[in-house]
């Protein structure tokens, strides 16, 4: 079964450092959202991505924040100076095209902010 | 604004009973309510959904139920089994173009043996 990948699974960064996550969504997907749960927490939408550009991104997702897709495979999410705040897992998800509820999402980053 | 919330944060059944999770929701505009697994240190898991026209859908072990009159949704799982325990999120399809899900705040479910 197609599966979304992340990468690192776990990423430890000092505050004010710049971190990217990494994610491979499903090659025929062409929908990609990043998420973020915050310990404890529901999972809160903070972007979504189509045809190379930003299509919705939530109040999370400030000028510290940017989404990629660099080549044809890989999606990333840049945070530039991390905050504590931000300390929380990031999932990764895929869509597919013309099926509104057809996501998977990916395993999740843990980014630990110290 | 939207919103879509759950009654219980943890629910303890025992192996072999049914188990049912609630989620109440406040924007009625959308097309699909969706319920997702979640287990320890992994992603949300698709289990079931049900498109706003219908009040049930059953799959394998699971029925998800909604009233759109008290905008309510419901997660049923018949003979719960350990391998059941986990969180429990419903969220709801966002009907604008991004197609975003709005995510409930998660019920736990463990499963005593």
């Known amino acids: 079964e197609p599966e979304v990948t992340q990468t690192p699974s776990h990423q430890v960064t000092q505050m004010g450092q710049e971190v990217i996550l990494r994610c491979v969504p499903i090659s025929n997907h062409l929908y990609f959202y990043w998420y973020r749960q915050i310990l404890g927490q529901k999972v809160e939408f903070l972007v979504s991505f189509y045809n190379n550009e930003i299509s919705e991104k939530s109040e999370i997702f400030d000028d510290q924040f940017s989404v990629e897709r660099p080549d044809g495979s890989n999606f990333t999410l840049k945070i530039r100076s991390t905050k504590l705040e931000d300390s929380a897992m990031y999932f990764c998800?895929?869509?597919?095209?013309?099926?509104?509820?057809?996501?998977?999402f990916g395993s999740g980053t843990r980014l630990t902010v110290v | 604004g939207e919103s879509v919330g759950l009654h219980l944060p943890t629910l303890s059944v025992q192996e072999g009973d049914n188990s049912i999770i609630n989620c109440a929701y406040s924007?009625?505009?959308?097309?699909?309510f969706i319920w997702y697994k979640q287990e320890s240190g992994k992603g949300p898991q698709f289990i079931i959904d049900?498109?706003?026209?219908?009040d049930k859908r059953q799959g394998q072990r699971v029925t998800v139920l909604l009233n759109k009159t008290v905008k309510h949704l419901s997660l049923q799982i018949a003979a719960t089994q350990p391998g059941d325990s986990a969180v429990y999120f419903c969220?709801?399809?966002?009907?604008?173009?991004?197609?975003?899900?709005?995510f409930g705040s998660g019920t736990r479910l463990l499963v005593r043996p």
């Open positions: 049900i498109r706003s026209n219908m």
């Open positions: 924007n009625s505009a959308s097309d699909y």
């Open positions: 969220a709801e399809l966002g009907m604008d173009s991004s197609y975003k899900l709005i």
């Open positions: 998800a895929s869509r597919e095209p013309g099926q509104g509820r057809g996501y998977t």
